[in-house]
């Protein structure tokens, strides 16, 4: 018996379990699946849709009374505009939250045109060379009128150039896609531009009494808290103080061989970026 919990406790902490534990886990309820997305709804006129290719990749469909915005199109969807028309009836305008193939993949075949932070645009070239809708830039802090409904655009720049979050005041929650990492954060930008970034979001989390912003990935139950965004503010102040060191990582992706790990976030990064 006593070998049995011994083995159960082992188990448990197995790389398997932990990675059991790690895969997405959704509350919102199913309405729609298809080979390459699932959507759920968040709420009355809300929706989450997760790919299956970039680690639960995100989209999400916001509706008004008059029109819709689907920020993000996945990596590899098919019919998605037909996918969308079928969750709404509103018509519906793309924007992407930044510009990277996990996130505008799909949008190459199915939208004429996209709205952007204009700094990504250095990313087009290389990750969107095909697309030829047209590029529509938004502005930081301009609000979107859905009719009866609001969503602020905020650009949070720190992921890419151009990451970019939209806040729904009334509804006390945002989206911010990578900016925050969805607990793992790819930055390739320095880290005084990511503070500043955790900065003015927290800012805005604390005057808009806001409870989460949804991230662009799902690899657990990681919804971004306000409590995370102070925490990446803590963090980026102590690398850049020297306080803390990363560690050198294997497999570097985008070149950022060093990670640094704390209060449950990953900021991977490079020695360029310390400044
Ligand atoms: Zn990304």
């Given at each position: 018996m006593k070998k049995l919990s011994i083995f159960l406790l082992l188990l448990a902490f197995s790389p398997i379990a932990i990675l059991a534990q790690m895969g997405p886990q959704f509350k919102e309820k199913e309405v729609y699946r298809s080979d390459d997305v699932v959507f759920r709804q968040i709420d009355e006129h809300t929706w989450l849709g997760s790919g299956n290719?970039?680690?639960s990749e995100s989209l999400y469909l916001i509706e008004g009374n008059d029109r819709a915005i689907l920020l993000d199109a996945g990596t590899k969807i098919a019919d998605l505009d037909k996918i969308v028309a079928s969750l709404t009836k509103k018509p519906v305008t793309l924007i992407a939250t930044h510009v990277h193939p996990d996130h505008t993949g799909s949008a190459i075949h199915y939208f004429p045109e996209m709205y952007l932070?204009?700094?990504?645009?250095?990313?087009i070239p290389s990750?969107?060379?095909?697309?030829?809708g047209e590029l529509k830039f938004l502005k930081d802090r301009e609000i979107i009128d859905l009719g009866g409904r609001k969503i602020e655009v905020v650009f949070t720049p720190?992921?890419?150039?151009?990451s970019t979050s939209f806040i729904d005041k009334e509804a006390g929650y945002g989206f911010s896609a990578d900016a925050f990492g969805s607990g793992n954060l790819l930055l390739t930008l320095d880290f005084s531009t990511l503070l500043a970034t955790c900065e003015k979001m927290n800012a805005i989390i604390e005057n808009y009494g806001l409870t989460k912003l949804y991230p662009?990935?799902?690899?657990?139950?990681?919804?971004?808290?306000p409590q995370r965004v102070k925490d990446m503010i803590t963090l980026s102040k102590n690398v850049l103080s020297g306080k803390v060191k990363g560690e050198e990582r294997a497999?570097?992706?985008?070149?950022?061989n060093l990670v640094v790990s704390d209060y449950g976030v990953r900021i991977n990064y490079n020695a360029a970026q310390i400044k």
């Open positions: 290719l970039m680690a932070n204009a700094a990504d645009t250095v990313n990750i969107m060379p095909d697309y030829k720190g992921h890419t150039p151009g662009g990935h799902y690899f657990g139950v990681n919804v971004e808290t497999n570097a992706t985008l070149g950022l």
